[in-house]
């Protein structure tokens, strides 16, 4: 039921342009929700996409030298005294 009067207006132009309810109009348009749900519990899941197998990365040659940089850069650092 409308809750306007603007929204009656509304209603009573689409009844009299179309010769039926908007209600009639969006249901032809739409099915109801519940058939869509039925219609979904019918269908089966797709299929998860295929994954490629990952590669694993070549080691670091350069890995102990990487990581004491790293930790040399991580260090606290002395307060430089005044």
Not at 63 to 71: D, P, V, Y
């Amino acid at each position: 039921m409308p809750t306007t009067t603007q929204q009656a207006e509304y209603e009573a132009l689409i009844a009299e342009r179309y010769g039926r309810p908007l209600a009639a109009i969006l249901e032809e348009q739409y099915p109801p929700v519940a058939d869509l749900l039925k219609e979904r519990r019918r269908r089966l899941a797709p299929p998860p996409p295929a994954r490629r197998p990952s590669v694993p990365p070549e080691p670091d040659p350069y890995w102990a030298e990487h990581r004491a940089t790293l930790e040399a850069a991580i260090q606290p650092r002395r307060r430089a005294s005044r």
